[in-house]
């Protein structure tokens, strides 16, 4: 049994926590993450807990429609996550700048460099209301400035009073 609430709600404990897991490659990080989330379901045992909590994933694998323009993605994921609104505008508008997508938003994500696609599943992760985010080597094949920008965006979310575990 891997019982989510012993790390995961050390985590909840202290909000505004960012918890970092490290490892070789093919050591389970990955596959946690996933667990965790509820992506994968364990072959044996139980993964439970202590009460409900909102998680956001941002995966390793980009997660976008690349036929869209990036405004479409978003919006598409603001839908599917349920958000409406004064919500869904302020959670879009602080999403895109948090990633510097303002210019992108009629591109079509397909179009978009490796970094911007990068930024734009991250954006996508960020629309999801949650009190924990789960990043999954988010900021994998980027540049040191695209990097930074994702690296603030982790710090602000921290600063109000989310938590996050990052591979």
């Known amino acids: 049994t891997l019982?989510?609430?012993?790390?995961?709600?050390?985590?909840?404990?202290?909000?505004?926590?960012?918890?970092?897991?490290?490892?070789s490659n093919g050591a389970g990080k990955t596959t946690l993450l996933s667990l965790?989330?509820?992506?994968?379901?364990?072959?044996?045992?139980?993964i439970v807990w202590q009460g409900e909590r909102r998680l956001g994933l941002v995966p390793q694998q980009l997660a976008f429609y690349a036929g869209l323009k990036v405004k479409e993605n978003l919006a598409l994921f603001s839908d599917l996550y349920g958000l409406r609104g004064i919500e869904r505008r302020q959670r879009l508008e602080r999403c895109i700048a948090s990633t510097s997508l303002e210019d992108k938003l009629e591109r079509r994500a397909e179009r978009l460099s490796g970094g911007e696609q990068r930024r734009l599943n991250f954006a996508i992760g960020l629309l999801q209301p949650a009190e924990l985010y789960l990043f999954d080597e988010a900021t994998v094949g980027v540049d040191a400035a695209s990097r930074q920008l994702l690296l603030d965006a982790v710090q602000q979310l921290t600063a109000d009073g989310l938590s996050l575990i990052h591979i």
């Open 3 to 23: 019982d989510r609430s012993s790390a995961a709600s050390d985590v909840y404990k202290r909000q505004g926590q960012c918890l970092g897991l490290l490892g």
């Open 36 to 46: 965790l989330s509820g992506v994968l379901q364990p072959l044996d045992g139980l």
